[in-house]
Nanobody
Framework: QVQLQESGGGLVQAGGSLRLSCEAS????????MYWYRQAPGNQRELVGG???????NYADFVKGRFTVSRDNTKNTVYLQMSSLKPEDTAVYYC???????????????WGQGTQVTVSS
């Protein structure tokens, strides 16, 4: 099995920054594309951004220029650096692994449990 653990959420003032981390644990051989999603109360879960195994990234328009996704494959960790935060960025942020390949050869898609980000005005 594999688990994703997010960390780094919290309360920050508008204009501030936070860095979220998502660490995968388990008997991992490799991780393919990784994504960050968010869900605000009453809203559907939406894609924030993602990073492929080759390091190429993509972002939702509402975070372009403010958020950066990166990864450290040696640590099985993906990061979301958030800057110039706005109150509308308040949400639970989730990490999603499209396919984590275990040492057994099994590939799994996995969600983390989420971390709360609250931006005060």
């Amino acid at each position: 099995q594999v688990q994703l653990q997010e960390s780094g959420g919290g309360l920050v003032q508008a204009g501030g920054s936070l860095r979220l981390s998502c660490e995968a644990s388990g008997s991992i051989r490799s991780m393919n594309d990784m994504y960050w999603y968010r869900q605000a109360p009453g809203n559907q879960r939406e894609l924030v951004g993602g990073i492929r195994n080759d390091g190429s990234v993509n972002y939702a328009d509402f975070v372009k220029g403010r958020f950066t996704v990166s990864r450290d494959n040696t640590k099985n960790t993906v990061y979301l650096q958030m800057s110039s935060l706005k109150p509308e960025d308040t949400a639970v942020y989730y990490c999603y692994a499209e396919r984590v390949v275990l040492t057994s050869g099994v590939g799994l898609a996995t969600w983390g449990q989420g971390t709360q980000v609250t931006v005060s005005s």
